[in-house]
């Protein structure tokens, strides 16, 4: 949080922009630059350190740190979470554009709206048991919810 814009963009990847220890700073901010404006952060400037910008923007650092790794798979973690609705909204179209070239993407979340929204498959777990996996044709809001509390496996039986 108290470090730049652009170094937090690139803490990820500085193996893809450094040649024996030293880094490329015109990559760095280069990439930095293409981020911010990838995910429309706003901030007034790649040096601001992340924790004067706000709650959503900060979030969207983190997931710029992530892409610029260049990885196929990415894990988001509960990605909307204090945010507002703007930034989420930001957030759900940036985890389109991902799968639509291609990436994959394991979402973790106990929001279920946005698990509806945004997942082709969900695997529900209880106390640390996988009570049931649906399609996206299964989705049903009350068997969701049943499965996410433990009374009922996907099959209709006791959990």
């Known amino acids: 949080m108290s470090l730049p814009v652009d170094i937090n963009v690139n803490l990820a990847s500085y193996d893809?922009?450094?040649?024996?220890?030293?880094?490329?700073?015109?990559r760095e901010a280069s990439r930095a630059r293409r981020?911010?404006?990838?995910?429309?952060?706003?901030t007034?400037?790649?040096?601001?350190?992340?924790?004067?910008?706000?709650g959503g923007n900060q979030q969207k650092v983190v997931v710029a740190k992530w892409l610029s790794r260049e990885?196929?798979?990415?894990?988001?973690?509960e990605p909307a979470v204090g945010v507002d609705i703007g930034?989420?909204?930001?957030?759900?179209?940036l985890l389109e554009t991902l799968l639509a070239k291609g990436n994959a993407i394991l979402l973790v979340s106990s929001?279920?709206?946005e698990v509806m929204g945004l997942a082709d498959r969900v695997i529900v777990v209880?106390?640390?048991?996988?009570?049931?996996?649906?399609?996206r044709s299964e989705f049903e809001e009350e068997k969701l919810l049943r499965l996410?509390?433990?009374?009922v496996d996907d099959r209709g039986g006791k959990a």
């Open 87 to 93: 930034a989420k909204v930001e957030i759900y179209k």
């Open 16 to 26: 893809l922009i450094s040649r024996a220890g030293f880094v490329n700073l015109r």
């Open 35 to 42: 981020f911010v404006s990838d995910l429309a952060i706003r």
């Open 148 to 151: 996410a509390s433990g009374t």
């Open 44 to 54: 007034p400037s790649i040096k601001q350190k992340v924790r004067n910008l706000s």
């Open 71 to 77: 990885s196929d798979v990415f894990i988001f973690d």
């Open 111 to 113: 929001y279920l709206p």
């Open 126 to 135: 209880y106390e640390g048991k996988v009570t049931g996996t649906l399609q």
